[in-house]
């Protein structure tokens, strides 16, 4: 079983920025693909960022620029700075893995996220 955990959510003024943190259960290098995703209130979950256990990046265009999507393997921890926050921005914000192996998915439990003046 993969445990995810997020955290560094908040609220913080348009304009500013907060980094989110996902420690996994497990080293990270085992999964295929970690990501970030959000559900802003009353809409579906999108997609925000991920990164391969090459390294790859991908951002959704809504982020580009603004927010960056690293990791660090000693402490198995996936990270999202983001910067230039918006109101548009507020949702919960989810962190994911999807195994190599049966390529499974696994969700951690959220952090809200609210941009707001």
């Known amino acids: 079983q993969v445990q995810l955990v997020e955290s560094g959510g908040g609220l913080v003024q348009p304009g500013g920025s907060l980094r989110l943190s996902c420690a996994a259960s497990?080293?990270?290098?085992?999964?295929?693909?970690m990501g970030w995703y959000r559900q802003p209130p009353g809409k579906q979950r999108e997609m925000v960022a991920t990164i391969t256990s090459g390294g790859s990046t991908n951002d959704a265009d809504s982020v580009k620029g603004r927010f960056t999507i690293a990791r660090e393997t000693t402490s198995d921890t996936v990270y999202v700075q983001m910067n230039s926050l918006k109101p548009e921005d507020t949702a919960v914000y989810y962190c994911?893995?999807?195994?190599?192996?049966?390529?499974?998915?696994?969700w951690g439990q959220g952090t809200q996220v609210n941009v707001s003046s």
């Open positions: 994911n893995a999807i195994t190599r192996l049966l390529l499974r998915s696994y």
């Open positions: 497990r080293s990270i290098l085992s999964f295929a693909t």
